[in-house]
């Protein structure tokens, strides 16, 4: 039988981390924390507070600061998904804008999109195209929204673009992009100073970003599943401190903090006199102080606050 750690009571979990070195001010508000969140989702907080070897807590570790660090890192999540969702909803419109000009349901036939959406997927037997639309069906099937059911008894089932864009999760939003005629991807990336590759990428990344916000994950200090990819030296002004900083890194590519500058750089078109900027540029100055934490660990530089994301930029 596999040697699991036995249930501890939440007393009992207290006097473990008592023991190890965790100073805890206020037993009766740890208990209720320890309650709210459990032991493993608090112990990814606490990490960076211990010896991973012998598990007991650096000098003068209290629990104060590791909640300091769970709700900065709530807090990231909330700003997070606030802009991924604006973010979201432009390019819904602004996909499906440029698809409704060939027709209300040309999305229905692959030669709405790109030729490589009619080769087969990877280790499959269906096209690009088909996966896309499998995934589409899906996404309408379980939407219990009122148009939509207005369209089926309506329409006998036949929606046009701008009605299924609604119900679209992120997911298969980024996918639909990938799988448009490079014409297309272009009206919408010229848009943003930027080519289509590089938006591409950013989708793809976003997504994987709001997924682990949206579950409640670990974000401040988390190894992205999908970095995105930057501009180019001398392609984007606002992008070379940042690019200075990264390097060739890829540890620095993964942190949260290019993301960021992304978000804010999209956020400057779409909605210009937002104040994302402000609020998340607000809450990095409350990063929780402690010699144990860097922001360094999110991949931001000390100079962070010259940077022109942080700044009203001229689109």
């Known amino acids: 039988m596999i040697g699991h750690k036995k ?11 008592i023991q190890r070195g965790l100073i805890i001010e206020n037993r009766e508000r740890f208990n209720k924390i320890l309650e709210n969140f459990g032991n493993y989702r608090l112990g990814l907080y606490w990490h960076p507070f211990r010896d991973n070897v012998t598990k007991q807590f650096y000098e003068n570790t209290s629990f104060s600061t590791v909640e300091a660090l769970v709700r900065f890192d709530e807090a990231l999540a909330r700003v997070i998904f606030s802009a991924v969702r604006e973010i979201e909803i432009y390019f819904r419109s602004a996909i499906s804008y440029e698809l409704a000009k060939k027709g209300p349901e040309a999305y229905l036939s692959q030669d709405c999109f790109h030729q490589n959406a009619s080769r087969l997927k990877k ?21 219990k929204e009122e148009f939509i059911e207005h369209h089926r008894e309506k329409y006998k089932g036949h929606f046009p673009i701008w009605v299924v864009f609604q119900v679209m999760e992120f997911g298969l939003l980024a996918e639909t992009y990938s799988i448009m005629t490079w014409q297309d991807k272009t009206a919408i990336s010229h848009k943003f100073n930027l080519s289509h590759e590089l938006l591409e990428s950013w989708l793809i990344s976003l997504n994987n970003l709001r997924n682990v916000a949206a579950h409640h994950g670990r ?4 190894n992205l599943a999908k970095s995105p990819s930057f501009p180019k030296r001398g392609e984007i002004t606002c992008f070379e401190p940042l690019l200075d900083f990264i390097g060739r890194d890829q540890w620095k590519r993964k942190k ?3 993301l960021l500058c992304i978000i804010a750089y999209l956020l400057n078109y779409i909605n210009p006199n937002g104040d994302w900027r402000e609020v998340t540029a607000r809450l ?11 922001l360094d660990d999110m991949g931001t530089p000390n100079n962070w606050q010259s940077h022109g994301f942080w700044r009203h930029l001229p689109p």
């Open 7 to 17: 249930f501890r009571t939440y007393e009992e979990q207290a006097e473990i981390l």
């Open 284 to 294: 990095l100055q409350q990063f929780p102080k402690s010699q144990y934490l860097k």
């Open 219 to 222: 974000i401040w200090n988390k």
């Open 123 to 143: 280790d499959s037997i269906i096209t690009q195209h088909q996966s896309w639309l499998i995934g589409l069906n899906k996404n309408l099937a379980r939407s």
């Open 256 to 258: 949260i903090y290019g």
